[in-house]
């Protein structure tokens, strides 16, 4: 399927103005994510900020207008695949619009409520490439600053305990690899971009750093 044209004018004096529906989010996504992220002691929320951080960062540079919708869905990217599913996305709706749900829905693997009836790994992860490129500009955003923060805690990681980050992992490092590279594909395909460009440099350091494994 041919990629939708993302192509939009960038306004260099456009300015991101945050209500309460962002403390509302915040709050939200701490109710909900009281785990840590994998193998560490930090609270999975590190990571959700730090998404809503890049798209925010992102304000006056993006191809589209970042909106308040835009860092809300980055809080909430992982609410209804890791908690609940369809109902779960369906109380973001209710609480945040159909905006943020849409964003959601597009940056979500998975929307089963149990998460033992996830379909495989290797499914989700090619069915969200696929379903990627449908998606309209502000998700293709939040998807970069997403993986561009996993990419990143990866690496600062294997600078700390090597080959043994990938012990955190359902897949090691060829898959893991495998995953960002296919994406990176993917966001080559928008307008040139500083977060593109900066989740490339820290994916071929990532394969650099590691070269020496076997899998």
């Not at 940056?107 to 069915?127: F, G, I, Y």
């Amino acid at each position: 399927m041919a990629v939708q044209d993302k192509t939009m004018i960038i306004d260099e004096g456009a300015q991101i103005h945050l209500s309460p529906r962002f403390t509302s989010a915040v709050e939200y996504a701490r109710a909900v994510h009281t785990e840590m992220r994998k193998g560490t002691d930090i609270p999975y929320m590190a990571h959700l900020l730090g998404v809503a951080a890049l798209v925010m960062g992102e304000a006056g540079h993006a191809w589209c207008p970042v909106s308040e919708d835009m860092v809300i869905a980055a809080l909430l990217h992982d609410a209804a695949e890791d908690h609940g599913g369809r109902a779960t996305l369906k109380e973001i709706e209710n609480k945040f619009g159909p905006e943020v749900s849409r964003m959601v829905e597009g940056l979500s693997d998975s929307l089963v409520e149990n998460p033992d009836e996830k379909s495989s790994w290797d499914s989700r992860k090619t069915t969200y490439i696929q379903n990627l490129r449908k998606e309209k500009a502000d998700v293709w955003l939040i998807s970069v600053a997403d993986k561009l923060y996993n990419a990143k805690a990866v690496l600062d990681d294997y600078r700390g305990i090597g080959p043994m980050i990938w012990e955190r992992f359902k897949r090691k490092r060829r898959d893991q690899l495998w995953y960002f590279d296919q994406l990176l594909q993917v966001y080559r395909e928008l307008p040139e971009i500083r977060i593109v460009d900066e989740f490339a440099r820290v994916l071929a350091e990532l394969r650099q750093i590691s070269a020496g494994e076997a899998h």
